[in-house]
């Protein structure tokens, strides 16, 4: 089955102790990114990813890191989280890019930082 | 910049009527276009899109769009709201030179019975 996986789904943490969001999807896809969901402001993306070693920022990337060792994996690391980072957030990926390709999305992840 | 405008950020109507959820786009080149659908407490499904071919585009559910080019529109619709359509939409435009989506803030349904 065609999966994102993200995890923690849902986690609660205090302000500048590093986490690590993982992502990983099992289709081969090129292309993988995160957003963050925040009420009124619909998705915006953080980071992107075309293929292995190859990432980029989005919209919104201050205070987050991210790797692309593997093609599967696109972990979303806060080094120092801060309270403005409290947000669901979404994992995503795609063959090629979002341009006529199913883009699929995790189920999400809940942090709360206090 | 190409981005999307949902005019309206809650919609309710009776179960049985119909769903018009509107959404404006401004791209400087043919747009890819997207509309999904988000359930509470769960993830993104993917309703319908369009990307240049045929402009009145068929979904899941029964929900359908049309891409209006002389009117930078792709409204959602649907002609009769059931009481599972309840969910958050949102109109996505697809940023073509970097793949990125751009997503509009979101428009919630609400479908009395």
């Known amino acids: 089955e065609a999966q994102v996986t993200q995890n923690p789904r849902y986690l609660i943490t205090v302000t500048g102790k590093k986490l690590t969001v993982t992502c990983s999807q099992n289709?081969?896809?090129?292309?993988m990114s995160w957003y963050r969901q925040d009420p009124g402001l619909g998705l915006r993306q953080i980071y992107y990813?075309?293929?292995?070693?190859?990432?980029d920022k989005g919209d919104v990337p201050e205070g987050y890191k991210v790797s692309r060792k593997e093609k599967r994996n696109f972990p979303l690391i806060l080094e120092s989280p801060s309270p403005n980072q409290t947000s669901l957030y979404f994992c995503?990926?795609?063959?090629?890019?979002?341009?006529?390709?199913?883009?699929?999305f995790g189920e999400g992840s809940w942090l709360t930082v206090v | 910049a190409q981005s999307v405008t949902q005019l309206d950020s809650h919609v309710s109507v009776s179960e049985g009527t119909p769903v018009l959820l509107r959404c404006n786009y401004s791209?400087?080149?043919?747009?890819?276009l997207f509309w999904y659908v988000q359930h509470p407490n769960k993830g993104l499904q993917l309703l319908l899109k369009?990307?240049?071919?045929?402009?009145l585009v068929k979904g899941i559910n029964g929900f359908e769009a049309e891409f209006k080019k002389s009117e930078t529109s792709f409204h959602l619709t649907k002609p009769s709201a059931h009481m599972s359509d309840a969910a958050e939409y949102f109109c996505?435009?697809?940023?073509?030179?970097?793949?990125?989506?751009?997503f509009g803030t979101g428009t919630r349904l609400q479908v009395f019975p």
């Open positions: 289709m081969n896809h090129e292309y």
């Open positions: 995503a990926s795609s063959l090629e890019g979002s341009d006529g390709n199913t883009i699929y």
């Open positions: 990813s075309m293929n292995v070693e190859v990432t």
């Open positions: 369009y990307t240049s071919a045929a402009t």
């Open positions: 996505v435009v697809s940023e073509w030179y970097t793949d990125k989506l751009i």
């Open positions: 791209s400087s080149y043919s747009p890819s």
